[in-house]
């Protein structure tokens, strides 16, 4: 079974780390992969000899097959002794593969498909059926196709070839004839498993990467977020203090109040920054009017601004709301500007003022010109279908402008 990745939460390295732990290939569980780490080739291991033990048990047949054959007490003693060699050369092959390149490996199996071949000299034509270990042996080369299938075919081709040398009567007679087609199957098998076990291990790469994006996607998220959040609460707390600065010795009464909104915007940023944290925050357009009206107040900047939000369509009132605490941050914090405007329609918003900041060029996209905020908020645009646009507003000053894509 493929494993589900982990939630992408984690850091980046996450992905990485899966890979590196990552038991060996489901499919496939006994082949693993070159240059695996000790835990890979430890499951391996466990699974390759329960395996293989079982294969061999197959082999009983061809022990009383060699028994029965017709020849002298110690040609059997020797077809034995030879076969027992071949048995442990293949169950140990694989401690020679697991921590070897493709080289080693097509090496070991070539080294075990001769010794199998020599077989012929000892047991006699029963010895084809110790072929299909040689076949079982493909996949641990089976992500190399062509060469698993070339060694496949060759084994295929000399049992077909022994068999051949006996006439037909004494392939029918001995049973030979089926070994080739055993062989097909187990060959198939390994070939079949192979590509599995490849497809897997590329959707497991495939799953890593959609996790690093999704880790980036979040950071991304994050980020916008704190700064949406903490960017406009924490300038108008900055401008607040300057002017309750200002007027405890002219006028301590006014200058408590405005303290007073400091604290009340500071535990309404540390509110924000906790649901930005949970992942469950949406901008309210009407709270945002009367944030926008009590710090451009504070700040002494005239402002023309919509008694609240009701203009606006319900899609896209959240964007709204981030449009306009970018807006009235920016020129609280750039601007120095007298005057503001902002203009509500069901499918825009505009913010623009007199100020002197610094001004786009008219329509740049804000990917292009502006700061983290603007980038942000065009992230956020096109989420929703929308386009956010900077230029020279009307007022000689600034402006921004949201407005969704496609309707009137």
């Known amino acids: 079974m493929t494993e589900s990745p982990a939630r992408p939460v984690a850091v980046s390295d996450g992905a990485e780390a899966r890979r590196a732990s990552r038991p060996s290939p489901r499919s496939f569980p006994w082949a693993v992969p070159p240059g695996a780490t000790e835990e890979v080739i430890r499951v391996g291991r466990r699974r390759w000899y ?30 034995t002794l030879a076969l027992a060699v071949l048995y442990a050369a293949y169950l140990f092959a ?19 498909a001769t010794l199998a071949g020599l077989l012929l000299l000892v047991v006699g034509p029963l010895a084809v059926w110790t072929w299909l270990l040689v076949a079982a ?21 000399a049992q077909v070839a022994v068999a051949g040398s006996l006439g037909w009567d004494g392939a029918v007679s001995s049973g030979l004839l089926f070994a080739p087609v055993v062989t097909v199957s187990v060959g198939a098998s390994m070939l079949f498993f192979g590509r599995q076990r490849e497809a897997e291990d590329r959707l497991d790469v495939a799953q890593d990467e959609l996790t690093r994006l ?6 991304t998220r994050f980020s916008r977020d ?34 007073q909104d400091v604290e009340r915007l500071a535990r309404e940023a540390l509110h924000g920054l906790r649901r930005a944290v949970s992942g469950y925050r949406e901008a ?11 710090a451009l107040a504070a700040a002494e900047v005239e402002a023309d601004l919509p008694a609240d939000g009701t203009a606006a369509g319900q899609d896209v009132r959240s964007l709204f709301a981030w449009v306009l605490r970018e807006g009235v941050t920016n020129v609280l914090r750039h601007a120095a500007a007298t005057r503001v405007r902002v203009t509500l329609t069901r ?62």
Do not use: C, Y
């Open 284 to 294: 309210d357009l009407d709270a945002e009017l009367v944030s926008a009206r009590a």
């Open 226 to 259: 704190l700064h949406d959040v903490l960017g406009h609460s924490l300038t108008v707390v900055a401008m607040k203090s300057e002017l309750a600065g200002r007027l405890v010795d002219v006028d301590p009464t006014r200058a408590r109040a405005e303290m």
């Open 214 to 219: 999704a880790v980036v996607e979040e950071r």
């Open 50 to 79: 329960g395996g293989a033990v079982f294969a061999l048990l197959w082999q009983v047949l061809e022990l009383v097959a060699v028994w029965n054959d017709g020849r002298s007490l110690g040609a059997h003693v020797w077809s």
């Open 347 to 408: 499918t825009a918003l505009t913010v623009e003022d007199d100020g002197t900041g610094p001004v786009p060029d008219a329509g740049t996209p804000p990917a292009e010109g502006g700061g983290n905020g603007l980038r942000g908020l065009r992230e956020r645009a096109d989420a929703v279908g929308a386009t956010v646009t900077t230029g020279t507003s009307g007022l000689g000053g600034f402006l921004l402008r949201v407005e969704r894509r496609g309707r009137r």
């Open 94 to 112: 694989p401690e020679l593969m697991w921590r070897s390149g493709m080289r080693t490996r097509v090496l070991v199996l070539a080294g075990i």
């Open 137 to 157: 042996l493909t996949g641990f080369v089976a992500e190399r196709f062509w060469i698993a299938g070339v060694g496949i075919l060759t084994v295929i081709a």
